[in-house]
């Protein structure tokens, strides 16, 4: 079955810093999707990737999706307090059924 | 428009207990998801139901969870009998879709269960 594996697993940085985590396919991706999560609430979309290649930008963070689908990166910009929480990928699994699942999560903490 | 909606928000059970976990999806969503959540195993996929009908449960754990979607409206998920391990935050989410291609998922802010 499909798995998706986060990079890194925690991440501290001090506030106005760049930073990049990234998310990498067991099997090739159709969808790959990128979510935040605040501690203690539900998870919040950010963005969709589908096309090799593809890159999306919503303020300071940009997402890409390699060319062979199989590894994606989202990165922020001049970091802030407001981006920490939890950043999740999610992605389609299977044929026939799709189960929507989600990689094992980065933790980030912004210092100000 | 009211997002999707999860109660009780906390719940405190002992062993052995029956637990209900309760969500509305948002109106004229025809996908419904129940996940899991927990430190040591992120977040984990128990059931999905397309059209109230269940298509992939795979992800249950064990014979003492079971889910049922009634109607559009309504999805129970329920833990009978509880065990300590089944403490986790539960989340239910859902998308218009009904297809396979699902896009965004609206998560609800999920439920707490601490079994003691």
């Known amino acids: 079955s499909q798995e998706l594996e986060q990079s890194p697993q925690s991440l501290i940085v001090q506030e106005g810093k760049n930073l990049t985590i990234n998310c990498t396919s067991s099997?090739?991706?159709?969808?790959l999707y990128w979510y935040k999560q605040k501690y203690g609430e539900g998870l919040i979309f950010l963005m969709m990737l589908q096309k090799g290649g593809e890159e999306k930008s919503h303020e300071k963070i940009t997402a890409k999706l390699d060319e062979k689908k199989q590894q994606s990166s989202l990165h922020i910009t001049a970091s802030q307090p407001s981006h920490a929480g939890i950043y999740l990928c999610?992605?389609?699994?299977?044929?026939?059924?799709?189960?929507?699942?989600f990689g094992t999560g980065t933790r980030l903490k912004v210092l100000a | 428009d009211a997002g999707v909606i999860q109660s009780p928000r906390h719940e405190v059970t002992e062993m052995g207990q029956e637990v209900t976990l309760r969500c509305k999806p948002i109106s004229g969503h025809n996908s419904l998801f129940w996940y899991r959540q927990t430190m040591m195993r992120g977040l984990e996929l128990l059931i999905y139901f397309n059209n109230n009908v269940p298509i992939d449960d795979s992800g249950m754990p064990e014979d003492r969870f079971s889910a049922k979607m009634p109607n559009a409206s309504f999805s129970t998920l329920k833990i009978q009998p509880s065990e300590p391990r089944d403490s986790a935050v539960y989340f239910c989410?859902?998308?218009?879709?009904?297809?396979?291609?699902?896009?965004?998922?609206?998560f609800g802010e999920g439920s707490r269960l601490t079994v003691l």
């Open positions: 999610g992605a389609l699994s299977g044929s026939g059924t799709y189960k929507y699942i």
């Open positions: 989410a859902s998308n218009p879709s009904d297809r396979g291609f699902y896009g965004e998922l609206f």
């Open positions: 099997k090739t991706l159709y969808g």
